[in-house]
T-cell receptor
Framework: DTGVSQDPRHKITKRGQNVTFRCDPI?????LYWYRQTLGQGPEFLTY????????KSRLLSDRFSAERPKGSFSTLEIQRTEQGDSAMYLC??????????????FGPGTRLTVL | AQTVTQSQPEMSVQEAETVTLSCTYD???????LFWYKQPPSRQMILVIR??????QNATENRFSVNFQKAAKSFSLKISDSQLGDAAMYFC???????????FGEGTQLTVNP
């Protein structure tokens, strides 16, 4: 297993277009997280899944954003009608949540989105 | 809500020297974790060190150690014997035990000079 993977690594789109990103977590990790990182800032939480259930969404996740994890494995993040303010690095992380204790989040390399 | 603040946008250190990165945080909960993550250029973020708030002993991982001051809500990272490979953006982060999200600071860009 090579860790969390994300596709594509880079995406350039025009304002108003829809984009979709994919995240493949570490095998058997039951939790999957999406974060957004703008230039010069730390990552900001967007949403997370436990298995296929989306358990928490940040207020940053406007109605133009939707995330899914249909079979509890990979996840997709879609942005509709992109705006220039959506330009950022979108990071995915996964963890194995067990009863009690701490579960480390392992990060993927990110998808860098540029909206022209 | 938790907040994390890193007041040093940039730091530099000579190879083999020691550097300390600062971080302050705020949380209303008594049970939480604190972390330092490293993000090298164009590479993914990796965990450097973790501290459980209930533990009084400061965490140590090889050349990396923390100074955890719970009352002051301070959590600094000390890197000893700095190496060129330590050059990266370093993020301080907090996670409340009752929650799942990590809250990150703004980051400190560390440069290691040969």
């Amino acid at each position: 297993d090579t860790g969390v993977s994300q596709d594509p690594r880079h995406k350039i789109t025009k304002r108003g277009q829809n984009v979709t990103f994919r995240c493949d977590p570490i095998s058997e990790h039951n939790r999957l997280y999406w974060y957004r990182q703008t230039l010069g800032q730390g990552p900001e939480f967007l949403t997370y899944f436990q298995n296929e259930a989306q358990l928490e969404k940040s207020r940053l996740l406007s109605d133009r954003f939707s995330a899914e994890r249909p079979k509890g494995s990979f996840s997709t993040l879609e942005i509709q009608r992109t705006e220039q303010g959506d330009s950022a690095m979108y990071l995915c992380a996964s963890s194995l949540k067990l009863a009690g204790g701490y579960n480390e989040q392992f990060f993927g390399p990110g998808t860098r989105l540029t909206v022209l | 809500a938790q907040t994390v603040t890193q007041s040093q946008p940039e730091m530099s250190v000579q190879e083999a020297e020691t550097v300390t990165l600062s971080c302050t945080y705020d949380t209303s909960e008594s049970d939480y974790y604190l972390f330092w993550y490293k993000q090298p250029p164009s590479r993914q973020m990796i965990l450097v060190i973790r501290q459980e708030a209930y533990k009084q002993q400061n965490a140590t991982e090889n050349r990396f150690s923390v100074n955890f001051q719970k009352a002051a809500k301070s959590f600094s990272l000390k890197i000893s014997d700095s190496q060129l490979g330590d050059a990266a953006m370093y993020f301080c982060a907090c996670k409340e035990t009752s929650g799942s999200r990590l809250t990150f600071g703004e980051g400190t860009q560390l440069t290691v000079n040969p």
